[in-house]
């Protein structure tokens, strides 16, 4: 099922939270929705399952969600891991659920064992950390097996056992041909569990592109080569990329872009220059996420108020 | 129909609705019985007929008012305070028929807890020998408890929903019925049209026989206006 937000905006008083944000959400793949805190991800994920008042539209296979016959089978949403009663059992919290979309009572126990959470079913979640709540928040959206799921933070708490289980588990429902779209602060998560990415900053759309892309749009992707004779390297470099491309990296090496590992090396090798090393460095997401937020962003620690 | 699944098992499941209501049945039993008293005190009076002891026990009692409230508030009160009311609206995008599945479950939660009161009621006591002919018809009884509880059930559920706070919900309708009787006890001389207008003392006109149509239109119109703006309030406010 395609997902499709349209101009979404959102203003608390004058201050704009989401501002026109359009992007689509295909399906067979994780989405990651990301951005830096305050950017909006939560409430345009409000606005998209309008719980939220604002601006635009969410169509969900060219519908809005309160046309469809049975939302819970559409989009599965885990929002806050906090969004229970206290006194209401796990079990009849998921069965009150259940109802919503007549899903069979052997489904809930089957998201309970899903889940681990057999031996916490009957107790009450007011005493819950808050990797169980996360893990009760997820089982309430995969509940009714829907076309589309809708995660906000679901790796919050979780030990790492737990979110390596959660990313299997995501990019195993994708491939079932389902949409999943998670926002995350966890980029190196991400960067292992996401497909494509959503980033955006004050509310507004950065990026809408393959994490592979993304990454290879870095500046920081660039080719670390070391000598002895560093200085007439970097002429015969920048002789033939020209001056932007080359940057001293230490006293024995050069940072060359938009290069690769050969032409670099054949250079070296055309001039007659001793090469001691010679590496490819990628970017990572979590590099490639803060070039791109970097003029975006409203709070940076240590920075005060942009 | 989901939404009215989805109801009731939210309402069954959690254990304040049992609490609540098994106080408003203890409570209609227990003032029935403390009503017999009342002619006991006073032998030069006839005994007190076991409709009026019923109806007594229900009706204009603080104590099931704030009972009866609680059940009233809790459709929309724990959703609120708890974030519950997100799960709810993602399921059911539709506001207008959440808001009807609540109102109508709370409705029927309403009536069929205060309908074991008034039997618990009855049958404490006729097990006890204290009955006595006489007094209002069953049927009266009946359709004047289901309004006076209705009445505060639905102020609460109204409350609960415009404020989204659930005490507010709770002890709003009782500030309500002790407001009213003030501002009657100090204007009423003056304003003679001012009972007329509220909807609690229309309630009571109402039950007394007067103007039947003007109170009852009255006492309607206010519960009306309540859960609409309580309907407008939930279609446009984020969740």
Do not use: C
Request: proline share 4%.
């Amino acid at each position: 099922m395609i997902v499709t937000a349209s101009n979404l905006h959102k203003t608390y008083g004058r201050t704009v939270a989401v501002d026109d944000l359009s992007f689509q959400v295909r399906p067979g793949q994780v989405t990651g929705f990301l951005g830096p805190n305050g950017s909006g991800k939560s409430t345009t994920l409000r606005l998209m399952l309008s719980l939220d008042s604002g601006r635009g539209v969410t169509l969900w296979d060219g519908k809005p969600l309160n046309l469809h016959a049975q939302a819970p089978k559409v989009v599965g949403a885990h929002l806050d891991a906090k969004f229970f009663h206290p006194s209401r059992s796990a079990r009849a919290h998921l069965r009150m659920l259940a109802a919503a979309s007549r899903t069979s009572r052997a489904r809930v126990e089957e998201v309970i064992s899903l889940m681990g959470l057999e031996s916490v079913a009957k107790k009450k979640p007011k005493g819950f950390s808050l990797g169980m709540g996360q893990r009760l928040g997820l089982a309430t959206a995969i509940l009714a097996e829907p076309e589309v799921l809708l995660l906000d933070e679901p790796a919050n708490g979780l030990d790492p056992q737990s979110i390596h289980w959660l990313r299997d588990y995501l990019k195993y429902y994708a491939s079932q041909g389902r949409t999943v779209l998670v926002s995350s602060h966890l980029l190196s998560e991400m960067e292992v569990m996401a497909d494509h990415v959503v980033v955006i900053a004050r509310g507004r759309l950065l990026a809408d592109e393959s994490v592979e892309d993304l990454v290879n749009r870095s500046t920081t992707n660039d080719v670390l080569i070391r000598s002895p004779r560093v200085d007439e390297l970097a002429a015969a470099l920048t002789e033939e990329l020209g001056p932007d491309a080359v940057r001293l990296e230490s006293p024995d090496a050069l940072a060359v872009s938009d290069a690769s590992t050969d032409r670099v090396g054949d250079i070296a090798f055309r001039h007659g220059l001793p090469v001691a090393e010679l590496t490819k460095r990628t970017a990572s997401l979590e590099q490639a996420f803060l070039e791109l937020t970097e003029s975006g962003q409203d709070f940076r620690i240590g920075g005060g108020v942009a | 129909m989901e939404i009215l699944a989805f109801e009731y098992r939210r309402a069954k499941s959690i254990r304040t609705t049992w609490i609540t209501s098994l106080f408003v049945i203890l409570a209609a039993a227990a003032f029935a019985y403390l009503g017999t008293f009342a002619d006991d005190f006073d032998e030069g009076l006839d005994r007190i007929p076991t409709t009026d002891l019923v109806a007594g026990a229900l009706l204009g009692n603080p104590i099931v008012i704030v009972l009866i409230a609680s059940l009233g508030a809790m459709a929309f009160g724990h959703e609120y305070r708890y974030g519950t009311i997100r799960l709810t609206l993602t399921a059911f995008p539709g506001r207008v028929g959440v808001f009807f599945g609540k109102l109508f479950t709370t409705v029927a939660l309403t009536l069929f807890v205060v309908a074991l009161a008034a039997v618990a009621g009855y049958a404490l006591l006729v097990l006890l020998g204290e009955t006595a002919s006489g007094g209002p018809s069953w049927a009266t009884v009946a359709w004047q408890v289901a309004v006076f509880t209705l009445t505060y059930a639905l102020l609460a559920f109204s409350l609960t929903l415009i404020t989204r706070n659930h005490p507010l919900g709770i002890i709003g309708p009782l500030i309500l019925f002790l407001l009213e009787q003030a501002v009657i006890g100090l204007l009423g001389a003056r304003l003679e049209w001012l009972p007329s207008v509220l909807p609690l003392a229309s309630m009571q006109s109402w039950f007394s026989g007067v103007d039947v149509a003007l109170s009852a239109g009255v006492w309607a119109a206010w519960m009306v206006g309540l859960l609409l703006v309580g309907l407008v309030l939930l279609r446009r406010r984020d969740a």
